[in-house]
Every structure is written in structure tokens, then in C-alpha cells.
């Protein structure tokens, strides 16, 4: 049996448990991370869930803590459902959940923990890759498909998931591992169509100013969120931003035309500071949702993506849920303004960051403190973000950290697929680091975060330059 044979086969057992609750007539709650994947996971088990006929409650969580765990153990529910998180809280269901039949379906990195009531389904445990592999909705479409294979019309949800998880790493941005059985069962529905090109978002859908002015991966400084400077960047660049009175999107564009842009931005990246190969993120594989209405955002895979992840940035994500399941009105209308404002203040974060001496370089990381300058659910974006333009010129990963509630910090790391390949796996990091100081961490070897008091940041800050140094050397 292959690795990947036997995850599939290692999500029988939730499937039977889902049927059993079902039989029972049983309410199901169901609880998901509040950031893109995790609520294009939740919109997958909750149309699932609302399709086999019982009841259901879910809700979009930031982080898991014993506070939170209680709360839902209150509920006494005979089945709960943890999607895109958990993995790494098995201990803490185990102690306040023993009560409840618990799912986990994650691809985060795990704890050592069992109980007889926890089914734990994660790929990283049959030795597949879940930071490139599959991600939360690709897990959640896995199990949607075993529960019934008339499910497979949620299958671009999965692909939405994997592309707001950055996990296009393949050549020319294609999705690797498990993701590309998703990938095969929605084109085989009909309902998913792929091509290589420029992947600004809106390609079919945006003037050429706005559309240059949406792109955030990767992020283009000066340009991204300023659609006035978009449009003279353009017109300077020579190319014709309407036509026969209509604005023109990037489809209208030449293959001249296209040379000529791409041009224009690696000469803006320079200028800018930013490694020159950076403007080769703008070249990839566009995932268009065929069975979306036309001349939609939610039409290509990454600007769905990137409304969700506006959604969950925002502290909206019920909202995006809402459009997981179908809301295509007024959900829609606030979305689309709930995303224009997230750009706003990515704009602002990021000249914030650049007005200088914000980034503390250390010896085997860069570390910056943000504090309440920045959103705590923002930190990971602006991280991501000054790691993927080459702005920061030694291959360091970086940390990054805010002030959140209750006196705690929201602590985000990022590293390259590059320094992945030489050992560093943040997810280890923060997982040992924020342990040794009253916190929980984990994730993924490129992307990972912690959650810590406040008073103990300084500290953690010096271990995870040591244990990343430890890495190195390994």
C-alpha cells in the first residue's frame, strides 16, 4: 500500500463515525481555522454535513486554547469535527473533550496523543508533505468524497484551500502531492480548467490598473494597493489601458504586450529594492472554477482565494464561510469591500516596515517586533510578504510578532523553500520554543506561529535564533 493509499484509507473510520452520528440523528459541531484554508475546509464540511440531513453548528477559530476547548465541551456535542487545526491540541482534547466523539482532519504538525474517542486523520502521519501536499480543504474534500462521491462538486473548494495556502510549489506554480488528485477529480467533473500565464489577480475580471493594483502574491512594492500609481506605471510602460471605449483586463493583452509588462516590473523591482527573480512569481498556472458565473472574482482560484483570506484577515471569516456555501449576493458585495480594505492595510504595513530600523537582523534570523503597529492577524502576510521580494538580503527566515489579546503575542514565522531544503523547519521551532515559555506553536517547515505571554518575548526570540542555528548545522 502506498503512503497516499493510506491516508485515504485511514479516513474510514471518521467516515463511519459521521455515519453513526447521522443515524442518531445527532447535531454535529464543527470547528475550523479562521484563515483561508481553514474556512474553505469548514464551507466543505458544513455543505457535507447540511446535505446528509442533521443538524449542524460551525465556527472559524483562530487559535486553539483550553478556554476555547471548554467552551465547545459545554456544548456537550456527541461529535465534534476539527478541521485545519487540532493536530497539535490532541492532549487538550483528550483531558476536556472525553465526553464527545472527536475528528480531527489537519495537516499541521502533530502531538503524541490518543484516546479511544479521537480519530486523528493527517497526512504528515502516512509520511506526506503537508506544507506542499494537501492542505485543511484538500483534507476536508478527501473526507467530504468518502462520505458521499456525489461530494466531488466541492472539489474546487479543495483547490481554493491549497491555493490560499501558497501551496502552488510546483513548476510554472502548478499544486503537488494529494492536491493533484483533487485537482484530477475536479477537472474530470468539469468543473476546474487550467492554462500558464501572468497571475495577476483578476485576469479576467479587472481593468489592468486594478488588477495590477490586487496583486499581493507576490507583492509588488509601490504598486500593489496603489491603483493610481498602477496606472501611471502602465501608461509609462506603453500599453493601452482601454479599447474601443471598454478598460482593458489582462486577457485582452498581447503576447507583446505582456513581454513588454513584465519587463516594466522587473526594472519596478529593482528600483524597489526587491530581488530582480521575484517578478518571476507573477508567471504561473491560472485555476479557473468553470462552474463560477463568468467575469466573477470567484471565477479563478487565487482571487477566491485571496477573498477568503481578505475574510479571515479582517476577522470576517463567517463571512467567508457564507460564500463557501453559496452566498453569491450581499456576501459577495462585502467581501469585495472587506478585501479593498485589507489591501489598504497591507499598503500601510509595509511602508510602515520599510520607513527603517523596523527589521532586527540576528545571527541566524531576521525579528520583527511590530507590537500593536500591526494587526496580530496580519503579522503572517507582512512576514510572507518581505521574505518573498527579496528585500531582506541574507537567506535568514524571519520572525515576526504582534501584541494580541489577553496579554499574549501572535508570533509568525516564514523561510524560503530554499532554506527548507537545508534543514530549517519552523514549525519544530515554534512548537519546542513557545513550549519552554508558557505558549503553543506548530505548523509547517516554510510557515509556521506560536502564540506566548507578552512578557517572554525577548527570550523566545534568542531560542528560536538558537534552534534555528542548531538546524542550520544540522
Known amino acids: 500500500m502506498t503512503s497516499e493509499e493510506a491516508f485515504l484509507s485511514s479516513l474510514e473510520p471518521a467516515v463511519e463515525i459521521v455515519r453513526r452520528h447521522v443515524e442518531a440523528g445527532d447535531t454535529i459541531r464543527i470547528v475550523t481555522h479562521s484563515d483561508a484554508d481553514g474556512i474553505a475546509a469548514g464551507g466543505i464540511l458544513s455543505e457535507t454535513v447540511r446535505r446528509l440531513g442533521v443538524g449542524f453548528r460551525t465556527t472559524c477559530e483562530k487559535r486553539v486554547d483550553e478556554k476555547m476547548v471548554e467552551a465547545v465541551a459545554a456544548e456537550r456535542p456527541p461529535l465534534v469535527i476539527f478541521s485545519d487545526l487540532g493536530s497539535g491540541y490532541l492532549d487538550m482534547f483528550k483531558e476536556h473533550l472525553s465526553g464527545s466523539d472527536v475528528i480531527v482532519l ?26 506542499r501536499g494537501i492542505s485543511g480543504a484538500g483534507v476536508a474534500y478527501l473526507f467530504s468524497r468518502r462520505v458521499d462521491d456525489g461530494n466531488v462538486d466541492l472539489s474546487p473548494l479543495g483547490i481554493v484551500g491549497a491555493l490560499a495556502d501558497q501551496q502552488d510549489k510546483g513548476e510554472k506554480k502548478t499544486l503537488l502531492g494529494m492536491n493533484r488528485l483533487v485537482e484530477a477529480e475536479a477537472k474530470e467533473a468539469g468543473l476546474l480548467e487550467t492554462r500558464v500565464d501572468l497571475i495577476f489577480y483578476g485576469y479576467e475580471t479587472r481593468p489592468l490598473a486594478r488588477a495590477l493594483a490586487y496583486t499581493t502574491t507576490p507583492f509588488i512594492p509601490g504598486l500593489s494597493g496603489r491603483e493610481d500609481r498602477c496606472l501611471a506605471f502602465l501608461k509609462e510602460a506603453g500599453i493601452e489601458l482601454k479599447k474601443d471605449g471598454r478598460w482593458r483586463a489582462l486577457r485582452d493583452l498581447s503576447e507583446e504586450e505582456k513581454r513588454s509588462l513584465f519587463s516594466a516590473l522587473s526594472k519596478h523591482l529593482i528600483y524597489e529594492g526587491c530581488d530582480a527573480d521575484a517578478v518571476y ?82 545571527e541566524n534570523i531576521y525579528a520583527l517586533r511590530a507590537q500593536s503597529d500591526i494587526n496580530d492577524r496580519i503579522i ?77 518575548e525577548r527570550q523566545f526570540l534568542e531560542m528560536v535564533d538558537d534552534l534555528v542555528e542548531k538546524q542550520w548545522k544540522t
Open 106 to 131: 489537519d495537516h499541521h504538525l502533530p502531538v503524541e496523543a490518543e484516546a479511544p474517542n479521537i480519530v486523528h486523520v493527517n497526512p504528515l502521519l502516512h509520511g506526506l508533505d503537508g506544507a
Open 281 to 362: 512569481g507573477l508567471i504561473g498556472t491560472i485555476y479557473t472554477l468553470t462552474a463560477e458565473e463568468a467575469w466573477t472574482p470567484m471565477r479563478d482560484g487565487r482571487e477566491y482565494a485571496s477573498l477568503l483570506n481578505a475574510c479571515a484577515r479582517m476577522e470576517k471569516p463567517g463571512l467567508g464561510l457564507a460564500i463557501c456555501l453559496g452566498d453569491r449576493d450581499e456576501a459577495m458585495k462585502e467581501a469585495e469591500d472587506t478585501l479593498d480594505e485589507y489591501r489598504r492595510q497591507i499598503a500601510e504595513y509595509l511602508d510602515w516596515v520599510r520607513e527603517g530600523g523596523r527589521i532586527e537582523e540576528m
Open 380 to 456: 503572517g502576510v507582512v512576514a510572507s510578504i518581505l521574505l518573498s521580494t527579496g528585500i531582506l538580503k541574507e537567506q535568514k527566515p524571519i520572525v515576526a510578532w504582534a501584541r494580541a489579546e489577553e496579554g499574549l503575542i501572535k508570533v509568525s514565522a516564514r523561510a524560503t523553500e530554499e532554506m527548507a531544503k537545508r534543514g530549517i523547519d519552523l514549525g519544530a521551532v515554534m512548537m519546542e520554543a513557545a513550549e519552554k515559555f508558557e505558549g503553543r506553536g506548530g505548523g509547517h517547515d516554510i510557515a509556521a506561529g506560536a502564540f506566548l505571554p507578552e512578557e517572554h
